[in-house]
């Protein structure tokens, strides 16, 4: 989809058909919940089945049911499934090395009590700079988890000041994917851009990370999961085959090492623009700063620094790697479907029905962007649609605001793509699977601090508005 693809479909009347489609996919939506929380149907058959009755009800073609829901599923699988199976080999081998109990001894004894939670908060932004939501939480997860177990703290109070610096990190700040399209749609400056973002970021996780963190740890007082992304938190020494545990630098090192390979990708492109004729030092970083092949990296990394360097042989490392797989099997699916009940609702046309209403819309271009960009997350569960789709939508009107206001415009986008993460989100279904919640626990905690992150986000984004 191009950025100014929806602005054809925009420009008809909202009609009753419009109508219909949201009411489908609300129905939908309600249906899946149901099915999971009243009858206790697992989550991959329960999204098969809302996607099977939204794609029928709203009337598209019984071949295109399943070709949609197939598309989203193998869609989201090509980006995440794999970097899912990835991060729990690595995973896997941090905590078996014992190098997660050494990353969480010496956080531990750096900050204790109440400083915990702003540490991981600081962590996580710092791990979240270059890299996808996704991977950043894979590779964060066995430190949250021991972090939450050996410190006696509630889960919650240590997930969400992560999980705010990711998701904050990931919808606002260059170079994401969701801020770049912004930039690219409505021709902002990167550089404005990427400093106005800091500036909203930086307090937007203090708010919606360590200090909502309090609020989700009394509304869902859970502790640690004893089985985490492949981990199995009961057991967090390490294998008795460990000669040696490996230090904390070579520990943190091997951590940061494919964060290290994206950062350099993007400062690359940066520095060499020029993507029709990349000079061979852009193109050599392009590919290993790819997530797929920078986190492949980092797995033969941790082959080396968390097994034969510490005294793990072959087949004990083969078995590990398999070991580290299962368990995550069925977060691969539902993550899955999670991402083929969204390209359902985009199928059915629900995408273009929020647009049509845009178009009517008479308000600031500030507000208007935000807005589109919120009813497209409610509708589809796609942050990335959701950016597409604004930006192309309010990029005709923001010709001739300054370049500080086109930065803010794309902001406001990026805020409003992250709004009630819910059950259409792949996102929602890899928390609640890897912090073993319940759907109402996930709603009550990965739910409510999206829609506080995308609230107060836009909150600074007017205030910068209004005094620069």
Known sequence: MKPFDTLTAASEPWSTHDTQLVVVAAIGIALIVLLIVKAKMHPFLSLILGSAFVGIASGVELGKVVKNFETGVGSVLQEVGLLIALGAMLGKLLADSGGANRVV??????????????????????????????????????????????????????????LAGLSVLHGLVPPHPGPLIAISALNADLGITLALGLLVAVPTVIICGPLFSILAAKWVPVGAPKLAGGVDTTHTGADPDVKRQPSFLVTVLTIIFPVVLMLTKALVDIIYPDAANPPAVRVFFDFIGQPLVAMTLAVLLALVTFGYAVGLRGYKLSTKIGDSVGPIAAVI???????????????AGVGDAVAKWATGANL?????????????????????????????????????????????????????????????????WLVKELFGLTVGQTFKTWSVMETAISVVGFGFVMLLSVVI
Not at 119 to 134: K, N, Y
Not at 336 to 342: D, E, L, S, Y
Not at 392 to 413: E, F
């Open 333 to 347: 699916l539902i993550v899955g479907a999670g991402g083929g009940f969204k390209q359902t609702l985009i199928g």
């Open 105 to 162: 001894d010496t956080l531990l004894a750096k900050v204790s009590g109440a400083a915990v939670p702003w540490a991981m908060a600081l962590v996580a932004v710092i791990i979240g700079l270059p890299m996808f939501f996704e991977i950043g939480l894979v590779l964060l997860l066995p430190v949250i988890v021991l972090v939450a177990q050996r410190s006696g703290t509630k889960l919650m109070r240590i997930a969400i000041p992560a």
């Open 364 to 428: 600031s271009v500030l507000l208007l962007g935000y807005l589109i960009a919120v009813a497209l997350r409610l509708a589809t569960g796609s942050a990335t649609v959701a950016t597409i789709t604004a930006a192309g939508i309010v990029a005709p009107l923001a010709l001739g605001l300054p370049p500080t206001h086109l930065a803010l415009l794309a902001l406001a986008v990026g805020a409003g793509s992250l709004f009630l993460s819910h059950v259409n989100d792949a996102g929602f």
